[in-house]
Each structure stands twice: as C-alpha cells, then as structure tokens.
C-alpha cells in the first residue's frame, strides 16, 4: 500500500466516523429540545447538507477514475 492510498483511506475513513458523530449529536439536539418530527427533519437537512457535498465529491471522483 502507498502512502497516496493510506492517506486516502484514512481520509475517508476518519470523515466518515466524524459524520456518524455529528449525525449523532443533531439526533441528541432534537431529542434534548423534543423537536418533532417535522424539527428533526429540518435539523438533519440543516445541518447534515455539508455531509452530502462530502459524499457527492467522493461518488464523482470514484465514476470518473473509472
């Protein structure tokens, strides 16, 4: 394994345990502040739109190596 397939990995993989722990910390924010299902859903849109640019450049960049 080269170092450019390391870093990658290990890009991808620490960005993807970050993402689980914020998607876990906006489900707690609208548990603590009983936000109903219309606030969950406004908060994960809110906050989570920068995980689909994450997920997005990631799904780009692995069609168009291929």
Known sequence: MSIEE?????????????????????????????????GYFVLFLSLGLGFVGFLAKNILVSILEH
């Open 6 to 38: 390391f870093e990658s990995w290990s890009l991808t993989i620490g960005i993807s345990g970050l993402i689980g722990w914020m998607l876990l910390i906006i489900w707690k924010m609208g548990k603590e502040s009983k936000a109903g299902k219309f």
